[in-house]
């Protein structure tokens, strides 16, 4: 039984989702379909190429992941098939995949541009019901994904994750803020390990990395190695997230002294 | 492999949603369930209905659409079940299959009266997991339709969707605000198939369909031929909805030259 | 074919219930996935308690139930499996059981320790993930229960959810509140049963029971036999919830008189 996950800006209040998952089944009645998350803020390519790198590594072999947040549907944009992982990834080509293949030895990137794959009627606004879930759907029944389309040389790309690293010290930024308010940095946590750290975000500065959020005072900034694999800000029983100072993108400086 | 969906206005953060699903699960453990979406607004029947239309048709023959939005939960209202477009509808009798029923051919509705498919004990308040989920899993483990009760000849209907056409001018109404704050209006996409449109909309007025919401400069209003087949009214890179002006119910008036 | 449900605090946005689906079904890719909701308020360890208690038992025997609600995570709490009422819990321990066991003739609750349960490497910040999810799939896939680690005589418990009954006066309270505003009490609705009853909550007094939210009028609170068999404040067409006065927690006493 194979399986396809579902990553998009569309929300939850409207039918967006379902219809695809109708579209899916129509085609492959027997695949399993995940929903990643619809909560993507609108036009969150960034957060969506995070989501993505965050989580497909838990999934089996030849897993394939639907990703849609599309500002650009309708547009010049290409849509994009990729093998990378052992699996496979469907979606625009705005960069959404990014983190995805920087991180990928060999992958193999196509145009979505084989007619046959798509529904009869396509509209101008809805890629991702009319191509971009018959594309999953067909391939998750075996047709060949060297027939998607032509081969795609240079998919956009977003500026890689990596942080500045100048000896002991580390710049980075926060990018990402999880519905707990928690703050991810792209700071790898292995950079720190047999170290001890300073630890600068925003206004807040935080000595050292807890081993537990519970592990300080309830209110108290801490710094963890999240789940993620990277240093995380947060608050003990709070949100650490509080703009303007302190949020998506913000920057982070860590100083590493050796134990 | 047999599938139900499920409409509610039940939110996301109570059990309401999942304790259908076991029940479901119990009398069919091998169907497959989507949920479409739980978040209609509380007691927004022609929501819940716009939905529905907008969807089911993307789904196999036999789906079971479960509909629960039931502000007359407990009250003298009927529940119904419908088979119509080759597939089969379950919910409260208060207009929400309208635009189903307004677009079939033929339907048979039937009152769900046998109490040999409800749960042992029918809570005043939940017949949704006490009626309406045990009679959608019966019917997909392949129980009779016509055992469920007596034929409906009057399901409740709602304003039909049609627009007042009167030669070049159309006049419509905003019937669903997306989650991007895009406007549905009620006027089909086709009606201005090969002519030039003057669209106002509110306080709005837009010259013209556009082709993708991103080619126009951002901030901008434009109209274009939506996903479900009628007339939007969206922002480019921005919300357009903006109450009271300007969203749910207020009124759209296209003027239609010919190219 | 087998069922796990979840139910946790982590929100929709973020990839934390879609990467433990992941990790399921790599595991044991028949495994059929329900989500309860995971919308409990962050670190809502009795709100997940009552979903759980609300929800158990319309699921099939056998069922396994994941619940991740775990502002300890990290610490030194412990991490149970349960077995009860023919079913599978697993979950911190923090009390997020208690309803369950507290109506339980008997149960068996071990400490999940197990480390060939776990995922080869155990992040600081999600044993959803890397320790629950892993065990539960295993669980689902024929793992002997009593394999998971050793007897855990004396699981956290919340304070039981029975009112005070002193003759006619029964004293309880707010221990739920729905997404329609709905107050959802501790008190039985079977201590009802054949009464009269008039019932104050905070600044609220209502007479009587109603048989339907709209047997009065828009706008009316009323008092309701609700869906998880306990006695529930509403008002007809709106939400009952006010803070401060009337929302969670506060104190609900009813009086009772033959009828």
């Known amino acids: ?51 993505l790198y965050s989580t497909f590594r838990y999934f089996e072999d030849k897993a394939i992941h639907l990703v849609v947040v599309d500002p650009g549907v309708g547009s010049e944009r290409d849509i994009l098939a990729v093998e ?3 699996q496979t990834f469907i979606g625009p080509d705005n960069g959404i995949f990014s983190y995805i293949l920087d991180e990928a030895e060999t992958f193999e990137a196509r145009y979505v541009r084989n007619k ?7 509209s101008l606004t809805f890629h991702g019901r009319d191509i971009m879930a018959p ?30 690293i100048e000896g002991d010290s580390i710049k980075g930024r ?25 630890i600068k975000a925003g206004p807040v500065t935080i000595q050292g990395l807890s081993r537990s959020y519970d592990s300080v005072d309830p209110g108290t900034y801490l710094a963890i190695s999240g789940s993620s694999g990277f240093i995380e800000i947060a608050k003990s029983m709070g949100r650490a997230e509080s703009p303007p100072d302190l949020g998506y993108d913000t920057e982070v400086v860590v100083k590493r002294n050796k134990n």
């Open 174 to 198: 926060v990018i990402y803020v999880d519905h707990f308010g928690n703050l991810i940095t792209n700071i790898p946590s292995k950079e720190l390990e047999g170290f001890q750290a300073d």
């Open 84 to 86: 990378a992982h052992g």
């Open 116 to 122: 046959e794959l798509y529904l009869p009627h396509v």
């Open 1 to 51: 039984m194979s399986i396809i996950t579902i990553t998009t800006d569309f929300g939850r209040q409207d039918y967006f989702a379902g219809v695809m998952k109708g579209v899916i089944r129509r085609i492959n009645p027997l695949v399993q379909i995940v929903d990643l998350t619809h909560d993507i803020p609108p036009q969150g390519i960034a957060q969506a190429a995070f989501v």
């Open 135 to 164: 594309t999953a759907a067909y391939l998750s029944t075996g047709f060949k994904f060297l027939e998607v389309g032509p081969l795609a040389r240079n998919p956009v790309r977003l500026a890689p994750l990596k942080p500045e």
